[in-house]
């Protein structure tokens, strides 16, 4: 037998629960001596021999230990028999980088806006991962850790799912670099003692309008790139382009971002784009309105070694089998002895 959940603080709850047992049952076994009423309750089933003040005080509380060992046996989760399982895991960490700056907002893939397209490609990713880990980190004019190294795919969709872009032109630009690097000690962190052995990958994904100093890019891609880790980038957006939606805060109306009275127009970057995959020996691809995952998904499992332990023995888990005791103990404790021995009578 194992007890899953047989830890110092269940079992003080289990001491919490037994302790006002106890002090009941010692006032129903009290109460049963000197109760005055007792007489009267055993004149009234005279005729059911073997009943006798001891034996109702016993009874009441027999089924209250009971009620007090089923209850502390489903805390304690036990766990009987043996049984073979399988289990499988990746040996992939993976950096999400999105791109949240402005230029993310113009709607030029599928009536819809950039962000939309790229979040929902970062999803089909998450929902056909298998035991990676993940993390992301979105950009604009800084970097952000949206989530460290996770294996909690919920965790992380959840993260892409709550992405925005930025809301005014002021925060406008892209440092593409200060992203990438923000990457690399995610998935480089010297306190993480479960990635040492593990292989590295950075999906980029971005309209590729690079704000900063290609001297920075270039130092950064070369680090990566030494490391070993891949970058798979994507480019969001088309080369026509389209204007830049702004929202305006006092009235909630959508307008176009300008810039000396003409229209700012934002298309799509893949020459910095490619100058990334090709650094670091990834791969660029652009995202076009009906994105598979698919071609990705396989160069990543092709970049993993997933691992799968077949035969391993675990213990069943049973405990929910105490349940119905509970509760059929329960009722049974709060008829009270005079009332079930009375239908018990009655039956006979």
């Given amino acids: 037998m194992n007890f899953v959940n047989g830890t110092i603080l269940n079992v003080f709850w289990i001491g919490i629960i037994w302790i006002p047992m106890i002090f009941y ?30 034996f109702l005080g016993a009874f009441e509380v027999g089924f209250l230990f009971l009620i007090g ?42 009536n819809s806006s950039r962000l939309n397209a790229a979040k929902n490609a970062a999803d089909q990713i998450i ?17 952000n850790i949206e989530l460290p190294l996770t294996s909690d795919t919920n965790t992380a969709k959840t993260g892409i799912d709550t992405l925005r872009s930025v809301g005014s032109f002021a925060a406008k630009g892209t440092v593409i670099s200060e992203a990438l690097n923000e990457a690399f000690l995610q998935l480089t962190n010297e306190n993480d003692i479960f990635g040492e052995d593990r292989k590295k990958i950075i ?17 950064i891609l070369k680090k990566i790139s030494d490391y070993g880790i891949r970058i798979f980038t994507f480019g ?11 929202y305006s805060f006092d009235s909630g109306q959508k307008l176009y971002v300008r810039y000396q ?21 990834g791969e660029y691809t652009k995202l076009e309105n009906n994105f598979d995952a698919e071609p990705l998904l396989n160069i990543l499992k092709e970049s993993s070694q997933t691992s799968v332990v077949d035969g391993q023995k675990i213990y069943k888990e049973t405990y929910f089998i105490f349940a119905p005791f509970i ?6 404790f709060m008829m009270k002895p005079y009332n079930f021995a009375k239908l018990i009578r009655k039956k006979t």
């Fill in 25 to 54: 049952g010692l006032i129903i076994l009290t109460r049963t001596m000197e109760n005055s009423n007792a007489n009267e309750r055993l004149d009234k089933i005279k005729n059911f021999s073997g009943f006798n003040r001891y």
């Fill in 69 to 110: 060992l089923f209850l502390s046996l489903l805390i304690l989760r036990p766990s009987l028999g043996e049984e073979n399982s399988s289990s499988s895991g990746s040996d992939l960490d993976i950096a999400l980088v999105m791109d949240i700056s402005l230029s993310m907002n113009t709607e030029d893939i599928n």
């Fill in 127 to 143: 929902d056909s991962d298998n035991g990676s880990r993940l993390s992301i980190i979105s950009f604009h004019g800084k970097s």
């Fill in 203 to 219: 999906i980029l994904f971005s309209d590729g309008e690079q704000i900063g100093d290609n001297t920075e890019l270039d130092s």
């Fill in 236 to 246: 969001v957006g088309t080369e026509e382009g389209g204007r830049i939606p702004e």
């Fill in 261 to 281: 009275g003409e229209y700012v127009i934002s298309k799509l970057e893949e020459s910095t784009l490619t100058k990334i995959s090709d650094a670091t020996d």
């Fill in 327 to 332: 509760i059929l103990f329960l009722i049974v």
